[in-house]
């Protein structure tokens, strides 16, 4: 079936260790967007592609990065996670026309 | 800018009884999407159901129905007959009629279904 898998489904990081987080698509969609979700709230965009072009939040601190190398694949980088980075990552896809989005499976990230 | 108000922060039903999530939505655009999502304890999102804005028909999926009028700017959701794995949070959001806008969401509504 097609789908957005996120992997690892739990990442533990140090403290101030740099940490990637993947997130593929099967769906051939050509946005992607990261959310990140802290506990009792509402997911909150980070970033989104569009194609290959980049579209960050304002408030969207430095420290997260995002690569796209292609359709299928997107990363999202924390340089210097901090104990207020742990929170619920999750990616989701849409296409032009589709008005709908597939969100994956998230991943749950811990800091220590 | 687009805004969506979800008043209640946490129902406590017992199984069997009627549920109703009320959300409220502000855009300043003439054409939009409602959705309603569900995220389980386990974390992910899972997509209910998605509403054009010039589709004012209520609908009903199994125990699962929707009220959408856009007079009072509301999508309300009810659960009819509740059971214990209908525990959740349930979020409503909102996104702009185009294939890419992001999507902005209420702060969620957690249910809680006791046996």
């Known amino acids: 079936?097609?789908?957005?898998?996120?992997?690892?489904?739990?990442?533990?990081?140090?403290?101030?260790?740099?940490?990637?987080?993947?997130?593929?698509?099967?769906?051939?969609?050509n946005v992607m967007y990261w959310y990140q979700q802290k506990s009792s709230q509402a997911p909150k965009l980070l970033f989104h592609y569009y194609d290959k072009d980049f579209n960050n939040e304002a408030d969207t601190p430095d420290n997260f990065q995002s690569r796209r190398p292609n359709t299928s694949f997107c990363f999202l980088d924390i340089r210097s996670p901090g104990l207020g980075d742990a929170a619920m990552y999750l990616c989701a896809t849409s296409s032009e026309g589709n008005y709908g989005y597939t969100f994956g499976s998230g991943t749950r990230l811990t800091v220590v | 800018a687009q805004k969506v108000t979800q008043a209640q922060t946490e129902i406590s039903v017992v199984e069997k009884e009627d549920v109703t999530l009320d959300c409220v939505y502000e855009t300043r655009d003439t054409t939009y999407y409602l959705f309603w999502y569900k995220q389980p304890p386990s974390g992910e999102l899972v997509f209910l159901i998605r509403r054009n804005s010039f589709d004012e028909q209520n609908e009903i999926s199994g125990r699962y129905s929707w009220n959408f009028q856009k007079s009072t700017s509301s999508f309300n959701f009810t659960i009819t007959a509740s059971q214990v794995v209908d525990s959740a949070v349930y979020f409503c959001a909102l996104s702009e009629a185009t294939g890419y806008s992001t999507l902005t969401f209420g702060k969620g509504t957690m249910l809680l279904v006791s046996p």
């Open chain 1, 1 to 29: 079936d097609a789908m957005v898998i996120q992997n690892p489904r739990y990442q533990v990081t140090q403290f101030g260790k740099p940490v990637t987080l993947s997130c593929s698509q099967t769906l051939n969609h």
